[in-house]
């Protein structure tokens, strides 16, 4: 009997494979269920080994997939993804599997189907393309092979419509599309337009939805009975059959790296499956990261353009707020309060953004200065008033508010600053009768709520929408005719080599949320810092000039994109143990090695849940480099004494430092 050995990955946190036995042939990608310390799980086979193990194996206790889940060019991708990031294979595996397969269940074979057929609906309206539309989508469907294109657009300029005329262009060849949106809240809006102008069959893949739900759309994808799938970060090897594009919209959004776990970027998944798949990929934003500028002027990637709003309205001028002698009101000046009745009084929309969720950032001792702090972070406490708790934002702690300061005794406490909800409710008040719309973290945690908020902004005439980050966002709000930006001058002012890029994105995303439909659009950007060089460029709103200048200062600095960093990041409950270990990571370079460290420091968030935080930041001119020296450097690290007494991850290409 023959008997067959496997490389067999098993998603925990450790970076080598298992070899197990069978008596029947298993396909690499497919998934099978095997012993492991005594439980049944599953494990995902890598490859068939040529020789025998001189050790003893177990065998593998059942096939799941009679088909491979993954095909070999997403078993590339996914070596390479464990490789670039030096992440357990096994772990990688599990990310891209749709969770309810990550259980020891059987899929369903594949089913041969008919051929979808998407025809363009007749009630949906096709614009007329303008000028540069039409020479964009040219452009696009030139396209070959391996061909990545930006497709810079600024906001309001119709990036969508191309989006949908040129997934109408592959369906019409057969092929399907795949498309990546940021954020679950980007999703909806998209998925209507795709309905409206394909009907019902459009696959929508994130993590909002249900194991069940996202089992069908991948499983209908893998059958090819969809040919269109929208999704976030995990969709982005969505096994659609013929894969003709990939569309990354709001490529520079940071949203595509997955913060915790396995650090990926989705965008560069993205950009790599089109590589290994040979396909097109479209880059879409109005604010193009620094990378992706950097890949065109290298001539690595097409750059197509739209510079005007598609309705011919004017994009909303910036006016600068000094606020340094204003009496604020929970944080909104008395010139923004008039701006936004006066908005409301024409019949139209206000936005207000700031950064920053819950009622109020600070709760302080007016007495003794004693400020409420997270037991186990270093982080202030955040008082949420709906839930009536001071909130930890790092580790979700909640405690109750104390009427008398744990320092002095003295009830003289108060709520300093503001975050989005007490600015809710202090408009609320001002403004009587006017609908306050919030959209953040808190407001569409619960299911289906997010598709209330966005159909509430649209059905409502005049009304005032708050919200963080996920307002800025891809949003076409068509009353919006006021941005308020309460709180930019934390970004302005931030030491982080990052923070340029970040801000001058934020602040151009806000203002494409406004006056889309009219040019009638102003922005009011409330600051303490009016004078600031930075400010005052961005205040002219050509994101791209601004761009391009901070992309040739990275270039004399050898910051990325001109360079290679990763972030090695320790933690552990005594600062001294984070120390060594960093220290001896630091020690295997030297002086002429062409690896530099900075560090070990103490991260700008130096403690969470209990554990404290220090960092090293490595950095080199090639990514193949700094790549062999870390996989060199992990090798050592294993054997280490002061390993164990740490937590430790490696973050390649972060985009946080702190
Ligand atoms: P972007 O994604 O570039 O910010 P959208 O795709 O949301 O912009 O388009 C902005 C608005 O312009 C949308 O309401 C869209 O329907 C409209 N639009 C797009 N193309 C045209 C066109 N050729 N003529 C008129 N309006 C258009
Ligand atoms: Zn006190
Ligand atoms: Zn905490």
């Given at each position: 009997m023959n008997i067959f050995y496997y490389d067999i990955a098993i998603?925990?946190?450790?970076?080598e494979t298992f070899t197990y036995k069978s008596k029947e042939i298993l396909k690499s990608g497919s998934r099978v269920a095997v012993k492991f310390r005594n439980k049944d799980i599953v494990g995902y086979v890598v490859q068939q080994l040529n020789d025998m193990p001189d050790f003893s194996t177990t065998e593998v206790s059942?096939?799941?997939?009679?088909?491979?889940?993954?095909k070999p060019s997403d078993m590339q991708i996914i070596l390479w993804l464990a490789d670039y990031y030096h992440h357990p294979l096994g772990e990688v595996f599990d990310t891209f599997c749709p969770p309810a397969l990550r259980k020891i269940t059987k899929t369903d074979s594949l089913l041969s189907v008919e051929e979808p057929i998407y025809s363009i609906l007749e009630k949906d309206k096709q614009f007329e393309l303008n000028k540069e539309q039409e020479s964009c989508i040219k452009e696009i469907k030139s396209l070959r092979g391996f061909d990545p294109c930006l497709l810079?657009?600024?906001?309001?300029?119709?990036k969508t419509e191309i989006y949908l005329q040129t997934a109408g262009f592959y369906l019409s060849k057969g092929s399907s599309i795949l498309i990546l949106v940021p954020?679950?809240?980007?999703t909806p809006q998209l998925q209507e337009r795709f309905i409206n102008r394909f009907g019902a069959n459009i696959g929508i893949y994130h993590s909002r939805q249900t194991p069940k739900q996202r089992y069908n759309v991948w499983q209908k994808a893998r059958n090819g009975e969809i040919k269109i799938v929208i999704g976030t970060?995990?969709?982005?090897?969505?096994?659609?059959?013929?894969?003709?594009l990939i569309i990354i919209d709001e490529?520079?959004?940071?949203?595509?790296?997955?913060?915790?776990?396995?650090?990926?970027s989705a965008r560069d998944v993205g950009i790599k499956r089109a590589q290994i798949e040979k396909i097109p990929i479209i880059l879409g934003t109005a604010t193009p990261s620094l990378q992706t500028l950097k890949l065109v002027e290298d001539k690595k990637y097409k750059q197509v353009n739209l510079l005007k709003r598609a309705n011919g309205s004017k994009p909303p001028g910036f006016i600068t707020l000094d606020i340094n002698d204003s009496k604020l009101e929970s944080g909104i000046a008395k010139e923004s309060l008039d701006a936004i009745k006066n908005t409301l009084n024409r019949n139209k929309q206000a936005l207000v953004f700031i950064n920053r969720r819950g009622f109020s950032p600070l709760y302080e001792c007016?007495?003794?200065r004693w400020v409420a702090e997270c037991k186990s972070c270093d982080a202030r406490l955040v008082f949420h008033h709906g839930l009536d708790r001071l909130i930890c934002?790092?580790?979700?702690s909640a405690y109750g508010l104390p009427?008398?300061?744990?320092?002095?005794?003295?009830?003289n406490l108060s709520l300093q600053g503001s975050g989005t909800e007490r600015i809710e409710l202090f408009l609320e008040k001002y403004f009587k009768d006017t609908d306050i719309i919030r959209l953040d973290h808190d407001t569409t945690k619960k299911k289906g709520s997010l598709d209330e908020i966005i159909e509430k902004v649209h059905e409502s005439n005049s009304a005032i929408l708050v919200g963080t980050q996920m307002l800025a966002k891809?949003?076409?709000?068509?009353?919006?005719e006021l941005g308020v930006i309460l709180n930019c001058d934390a970004g302005i002012t931030s030491?982080?080599?990052?923070s340029l890029e970040k801000i001058s994105q934020l602040l151009i995303q806000v203002s494409g949320r406004v006056g889309r439909r009219d040019s009638n659009g102003k922005v009011l950007i409330q600051t303490?810092?009016?004078?600031d060089k930075n400010l005052k460029e961005l205040k002219s709103g050509d994101y791209l000039h601004f761009a391009l200048k901070n992309l040739k200062q990275k270039k004399e600095l050898h910051h990325p994109p001109y360079s290679a960093v990763c972030l090695l990041r320790a933690s552990s409950p005594l600062a001294d143990h984070n120390i060594k270990f960093l220290s001896k990571v630091a020690n295997?370079?030297?002086?002429?090695?062409?690896i530099s460290a900075i560090g070990p420091i103490p991260s700008i968030?130096?403690?969470t849940r209990g554990n404290l935080r220090h960092h090293l930041i490595i950095q080199t001119g090639s990514k193949t480099l700094l790549n062999k020296y870390v996989k060199d450097v992990i090798d050592s690290i294993l054997s280490?004494?002061?390993?164990?007494?740490v937590r430790w991850f490696f973050d390649i290409d972060p985009i946080d430092y702190s």
């Open positions: 998603p925990i946190p450790v970076r059942e096939i799941l997939d009679s088909e491979p889940i993954f810079y657009g600024v906001t309001g300029s119709g954020e679950i809240s980007l970060r995990s969709a982005i090897l969505s096994p659609l059959t013929n894969l003709g490529e520079h959004d940071q949203s595509y790296k997955q913060h915790e776990g396995f650090r990926f007016n007495n003794c934002h790092r580790c979700e009427t008398r300061c744990p320092e002095c005794s003295s009830s891809g949003h076409d709000f068509p009353k919006v030491p982080d080599i990052n303490r810092y009016p004078e295997t370079l030297n002086i002429e090695s062409e968030i130096s403690k280490w004494d002061e390993t164990k007494k």
